[in-house]
């Protein structure tokens, strides 16, 4: 029988990935030859100190598990909307390293991001540079995948084995086309490289740099096809509506500010240890300002941490705590704790 659920929201890797039943029909995959998962120290920024630590503390709640399980099952996106600080993007590294997905691939939106960003990133200058420096007339086309690299939504789109994890931050920051650039090639699992495609005929295999690392892998006639969809992430602060038909293709996940309880939580796992007198004051007072503006919970954590760290009267103690918790709106200054 199929394992369900697959991500369980504990802090134990397994490879219960594999036991994943098979995609709907109109959801599978046939990229080929298959490659394995790269290993979770390959990409060193995506295994930074901070990253590392989100993954192992982050806290699902019992709809975040089964919304994600659901993202899996079905082979869809997962569109992670709420407040700043309620764990967006963590959840996506929770879910690789329980996984054993690999690395996250992390594509950043801004207004000026665009489709082609997040596949590949071609340098036809330095091409042509580089073929001037050889031999003389037009750059030769054995050299073109020296000059070209896979973003991260098209590394997440190579054939891999298992899905790989793809956090593509702050989608509600993109420009209006953005989200319906997307919905083709998600929809699909596959892309093309034009400058690979035009170049088969010369070099019908181009061994191609992947995002995160210097590994190169095998995209014949430029043509890239996934085999298992990868766990997508895209994380939204609310800021903006999507188009009905990219909402379509989700599975959406709503975060809120979470509970006492959750915060107690939240503070037990980055400590190590349950929350002591005054953590639980903050906590309390934490929730009391909430509903006066966005605030975040990592303002909450260095507000415990220098209580627990530092050695301060509480008077001092409750006058920084307020600095390091003001409202995170421009139109909201801070207030009495």
């Not at 599978?28 to 995506?46: I, N, S, V």
Request: charged fraction near 25%.
């Amino acid at each position: 029988m199929p394992l369900w659920p697959v991500y369980t929201g504990t802090k134990e890797p397994h490879d219960g990935i594999t036991e994943l039943p098979p995609a709907p029909p109109w959801r599978a995959f046939d990229g080929g030859p298959p490659l394995d998962t790269p290993a979770d120290t390959a990409d060193t920024a995506a295994t930074s100190p901070d990253r590392t630590h989100r993954a192992q503390t982050y806290r699902a709640t019992p709809q975040t598990v089964e919304l994600v399980n659901a993202a899996l099952y079905l082979r869809r996106p997962l569109l992670v909307t709420g407040p700043p600080g309620t764990g967006k993007s963590s959840l996506a590294y929770a879910v690789a390293r329980e996984l054993r997905l690999g690395p996250v691939l992390r594509w950043n939106i801004t207004s000026r991001s665009t489709l082609h960003d997040g596949l590949y990133q071609y340098d036809p200058l330095s091409r042509l540079y580089a073929a001037r420096q050889t031999t003389p007339g037009p750059a030769p086309e054995s050299g073109l995948e020296d000059h070209l690299r896979l973003g991260p939504l098209g590394t997440a789109l190579l054939p891999y084995a298992r899905p790989r994890a793809l956090l593509i931050d702050e989608i509600d920051k993109s420009d209006l086309d953005l989200p319906n650039d997307l919905l083709n090639v998600l929809e699909e699992g596959q892309y093309e490289i034009p400058e690979l495609v035009r170049a088969a005929r010369h070099v019908p295999k181009a061994k191609v740099m992947v995002d995160g690392t210097h590994d190169r892998v095998p995209v014949e006639r430029g043509r890239v096809r996934c085999r298992a969809f990868p766990f997508v992430v895209l994380t939204s602060n609310g800021e903006r509506e999507f188009p009905p038909a990219f909402l379509r293709r989700c599975v959406t996940l709503r975060l809120r500010q979470p509970d006492d309880q959750q915060l107690a939580d939240i503070v037990r796992a980055h400590f190590d240890g349950e929350p002591d007198a005054y953590a639980h004051t903050l906590i309390s007072r934490f929730l009391s300002r909430v509903g006066g503006g966005d605030l975040a919970t990592d303002q909450l954590l260095n507000a415990i941490y220098l209580a627990r760290s530092a050695d301060l009267p509480v008077d001092s103690l409750d006058g920084l705590a307020q600095q390091l918790m003001p409202y995170l709106s421009e139109d909201r200054q801070p207030d009495a704790l």
